[in-house]
């Protein structure tokens, strides 16, 4: 296996952390009404989302599944964030898709119903994202 792909888990958490700060900078934005600065940070928390997939993508290509090595009450902690985490990543992709389609379109007064359900979910998954990363490689990391 090449060196790079033991990166690669450190990489995705950056990768997802830095996703939520420009969601949650991008939602900032546009509460102050600054349609712009909202524009540029969504769509960099897009790109970054893309990236953070292929790089996840090619990790487990390559290392398959890592076991959680956590015990006692964490283990089912860790397994529902896990859960929840991995149905929502699954859900999140047309939501994002279509939100970014309804503001590409113009279609403000849709676009804005549906990012009040995507926003949410997206930082979840994001923040989540991060939060298993820190259990499975670093608070309880593997042999």
């Given at each position: 296996?090449?060196?790079y792909?033991?990166?690669?888990?450190?990489?995705?958490?950056?990768?997802?952390?830095?996703?939520?700060?420009?969601?949650?900078?991008?939602?900032?934005f546009?509460?102050?009404?600054?349609?712009?600065?909202?524009?540029?940070?969504?769509i960099?928390?897009?790109?970054?989302?893309?990236?953070?997939?292929?790089?996840?993508?090619t990790?487990?290509?390559?290392?398959?599944?890592t076991?959680?090595?956590?015990?006692?009450?964490?283990?089912?902690?860790?397994?529902?964030?896990?859960?929840?985490?991995?149905?929502?990543a699954?859900?999140?992709?047309?939501?994002?898709?279509?939100?970014?389609?309804?503001?590409?379109?113009?279609?403000?007064?849709?676009?804005?119903?549906?990012?009040?359900?995507?926003?949410?979910?997206?930082?979840?998954?994001?923040?989540?994202?991060v939060?298993?990363?820190?259990?499975?490689?670093?608070?309880?990391?593997?042999?």
């Amino acid at each position: 296996m090449a060196d790079y792909i033991s990166y690669l888990p450190h990489l995705n958490a950056c990768l997802n952390g830095t996703s939520a700060v420009l969601l949650f900078t991008g939602y900032t934005f546009i509460r102050s009404r600054n349609v712009i600065a909202h524009r540029a940070c969504q769509i960099a928390a897009l790109v970054i989302s893309l990236l953070f997939l292929a790089s996840y993508l090619t990790y487990h290509y390559n290392h398959g599944a890592t076991r959680f090595q956590g015990t006692g009450l964490v283990r089912p902690i860790y397994f529902t964030i896990l859960t929840t985490h991995t149905i929502l990543a699954m859900v999140i992709v047309p939501l994002v898709i279509l939100t970014f389609y309804r503001a590409f379109r113009g279609d403000f007064l849709r676009h804005r119903r549906i990012a009040r359900i995507t926003l949410p979910l997206w930082l979840y998954v994001s923040v989540t994202g991060v939060i298993i990363y820190l259990m499975l490689y670093q608070i309880y990391p593997h042999g």
